[in-house]
């Protein structure tokens, strides 16, 4: 018997290496406890018919000695990322019948060192939401307590890793999307600088801000997955290779923005965190007050640059390119049905504030004002990474919620305040898990570091994980 729950992507890769432990096993003990799970949590949207096939390639890589530390690795995928031959619908019924004829650079990596693609995951529509309550396919439920949300966007991708159904993941972060789901359901997520990892055949949501990223149970587990998915891409303009910028903040000062922590938070989450901050101290860490006055309009700024961005990005799916179409009597009427019919309310909304933030007369009251306060928020933190290596907020302001709890879409958008300023300012950031409720709902702790420090971001993850269970 594999003990699934307590193993990593790097204990799995020694037993490979050791001969203790085959792909081929371990991704049949993947297949079988989704088989047993799937049904009733809806992770996963479709399980990949090859993936024991790619286990058994993985093996011939490991026996030949060529093999990394992710061959053989069962990975769970985000349902918008590109794999060729493959359905790619976004949870949208719009894409439904979608199939990818190319791979999304991180799917080309993972494919090289032959990880093994175990199935794609369920998520909100277009990657917008913060619960998966946003599928057309139905909403996720967290494996921790399945009364409950998982998280979103990619909430298939944490739960999958949550319920051992896969050892890693891919998500995309846009303004939650990674490490809001990994907190809710007790994983690691972290979002890498923006441009580190190219967006190449990823559907777009809002492409200034979209960043894909690993979900594992360990800090080291979710570095080994972005090592094989970042680096330099011509298809992707924004692409670096971070090596060529990498930063490494040793100052050993974290700073708190306590004026953002104030409102809507649950105690409990407070409390778990300034637990985690006494044991950070005790590691020899400064936890300094910093002052952040513009932190509290990054919500506002995603939510107005983000339905922008997603209402020109959405422009393309009309009825005639691809993706579902409704005849009508004439060309406008065929966009007008075809929409209609393949996108759902969230989405629809988004698209419309999106739309209205850009018209005439509107553009400079909204768009352009939200601009000029991104570049402020990206300023303060430069600013503050002066005297600090990390900025620290709690992950989400609650433990995962209840189905339905979120009554109005603004209730739901508040879940994104304390994960929205690290997509602002395209900073890398790492939820680690820290801790859990009276209820037994775990917690989420942040790191934000500055731009171009993803490694240390992934180190301080790791240093945080040690001392975590310290009394
Ligand atoms: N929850 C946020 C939203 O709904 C972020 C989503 C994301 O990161 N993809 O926009």
């Known amino acids: 018997m594999i003990d699934l729950k307590n193993l990593t992507i790097e204990k799995a890769h020694e037993m490979m290496q050791k001969k203790k432990l085959t792909s081929v096993e371990l991704v049949s003990a993947c297949l079988k406890n989704i088989q047993e799970k799937n049904k009733e949590l809806n992770i996963f949207l479709e399980i990949f018919d090859d993936a024991l096939e790619q286990a058994k390639k993985a093996d011939e890589i490991i026996k030949s000695g060529k093999g990394t530390k992710l061959t053989g690795i069962p990975i769970a995928i985000k349902d918008n990322m590109l794999i060729t031959g493959r359905k790619t619908s976004s949870a949208s019924k719009m894409l439904e019948n979608y199939t990818a004829s190319y791979d999304a650079f991180v799917i080309k990596k993972l494919k090289e060192v032959g990880a093994v693609l175990i199935g794609r995951t369920n998520m909100d529509e277009f990657a917008m939401g913060s619960s998966t309550e946003n599928s057309v396919y139905g909403p996720v439920k967290n494996p921790i307590d399945p009364t409950r949300v998982p998280g979103g966007s990619s909430g298939g991708s944490a739960a999958a890793v949550a319920a051992d159904m896969a050892l890693g993941a891919l998500g995309s972060d846009t303004g939650s999307s990674i490490r809001q789901p990994a907190s809710l359901c007790g994983?690691?997520?972290?979002?890498?600088?923006?441009?580190?990892?190219?967006?190449?055949?990823?559907?777009?949501?809002?492409?200034s801000l979209d960043q894909v990223g690993p979900i594992a149970k360990t800090s080291k587990d979710a570095k080994i997955i972005f090592d094989c998915i970042s680096g330099k891409d011509e298809m992707d303009s924004t692409s670096v290779n971070f090596l060529d910028f990498k930063v490494s903040p040793n100052k050993k000062a974290i700073g708190v923005p306590r004026d953002f922590l104030k409102e809507g938070v649950d105690p409990?989450?407070?409390?778990?965190?300034?637990?985690?901050?006494?044991?950070?101290?005790?590691?020899?860490?400064?936890?300094?007050?910093?002052?952040?006055?513009?932190?509290?309009?990054?919500l506002p700024v995603y939510y107005i640059i983000m339905p922008a961005e997603v209402s020109t990005n959405l422009a393309r799916l009309d009825g005639m390119r691809y993706g579902l179409r409704k005849d009508g009597i004439d060309m406008f009427d065929t966009f007008k049905k075809s929409r209609s019919a393949g996108f759902g309310p969230e989405t629809r909304r988004r698209m419309i504030l999106g739309a209205y933030v850009l018209s005439h007369g509107y553009y400079d009251a909204y768009y352009n004002k939200a601009w000029k306060l991104r570049h402020v928020i990206e300023k303060e933190f430069a600013s503050v990474f002066k005297d600090v290596d990390f900025v620290v907020i709690p992950t989400a302001p609650t433990p995962a919620f209840k189905f339905g709890d979120k009554k109005s879409p603004l209730d739901m958008y508040l879940c994104d305040i304390f994960t929205t300023p690290a997509n602002i300012a395209g900073l890398p950031a790492i939820s680690v898990p820290s801790g859990f409720s009276i209820k037994g709902l775990p917690f989420g702790f942040q790191f934000n570091g500055p731009i171009f420090s993803d490694e240390a971001v992934f180190e301080i993850g790791k240093k945080f994980e040690e001392i975590r269970d310290m009394v």
Request: aromatic share 10%; hydrophobic share 40%; glycine share 8%.
């Open 187 to 207: 994983v690691v997520g972290m979002k890498p600088t923006y441009g580190v990892v190219s967006r190449f055949g990823i559907t777009a949501m809002a492409s």
């Open 268 to 298: 409990e989450v407070l409390k778990n965190f300034e637990e985690s901050l006494e044991k950070l101290k005790k590691i020899g860490y400064a936890v300094k007050d910093i002052k952040m006055p513009s932190l509290e309009y990054s």
